[in-house]
T-cell receptor, first 112, second 114 residues
């Protein structure tokens, strides 16, 4: 069985500072990893994915994620946070059957 | 904005009733999945449809059922509603083939069971 853990319920960061949202995973076989963002009363928006290749993946809105196989982690990062980045962030892993398993989510609060 | 649309956006039902939620997939996608997101939690996989057949199911009882139509639109049906069925229901479409695309989600249907 596959699983995803997001150890922080909330991350607080000041605008302009770098941000990191943590994610660790457990899968058998090669991991297919995703980050989604959810704004209030909205569905999930795709940010980025890791399938294979470079460990640093670049995505939408200036976000990037670093895949670390030895630590089974896929942390989301952004060099300079914006107030508009405040939202709920979900890490997910996909199995061979195309099923996504999500973490519990991390609320990002960016303060001016 | 994705090309995935869901209806209705909000719904209130009474315990024991039945409900049907609808989803229109993004053009070019052949697979639709449904997820349940309870308040304060991550989405949980309900089931997936490919070529009009269910080809994957999460830990949900049989009173959760679905359909996928030839135009790849989909329905989620829930019978004998329970209070714990109150949640945001998300539809996701993707293309499954030689190269699988990421899943694109609709805005969700907020179901409240009273």
């Amino acid at each position: 069985a596959q699983s995803v853990a997001q150890p922080e319920d909330q991350v607080n960061v000041a605008e302009g500072n770098p941000l990191t949202v943590k994610c660790t995973y457990s899968v058998s076989g090669n991991p297919y990893l995703f980050w989604y963002v959810q704004y209030p009363n909205r569905g999930l928006q795709f940010l980025l994915k890791y399938i294979t290749g470079d460990n640093l993946v670049k995505g939408s809105y200036g976000f990037e994620a670093e895949f670390n196989k030895s630590q089974t982690s896929f942390h989301l990062k952004k060099p300079s946070a914006l107030v508009s980045d405040s939202a709920l962030y979900f890490c997910a892993v996909r199995n061979a059957g195309n099923m996504l398993t999500f973490g519990g989510g991390t609320r990002l609060m960016v303060k001016p | 904005e994705t090309g995935v649309t869901q209806s209705p956006t909000h719904l209130i039902k009474t315990r024991g009733q039945q409900v049907t939620l609808r989803c229109s997939s993004q053009s070019g996608h052949n697979t639709v999945s449904w997820y349940q997101q309870a308040l304060g939690q991550g989405p949980q996989f309900i089931f997936q449809y490919y070529r009009e057949e269910e080809n994957g199911r999460g830990n949900f009882p049989p009173r959760f059922s679905g359909l996928q139509f030839p135009n790849y639109s989909s329905e989620l049906n829930v019978n004998a509603l329970e209070l714990d069925d109150s949640a945001l229901y998300l539809c996701a479409s993707s293309f499954v083939g030689a190269m699988n695309t990421e899943a694109f989600f609709g805005q969700g249907t907020r179901l409240t069971v009273v």
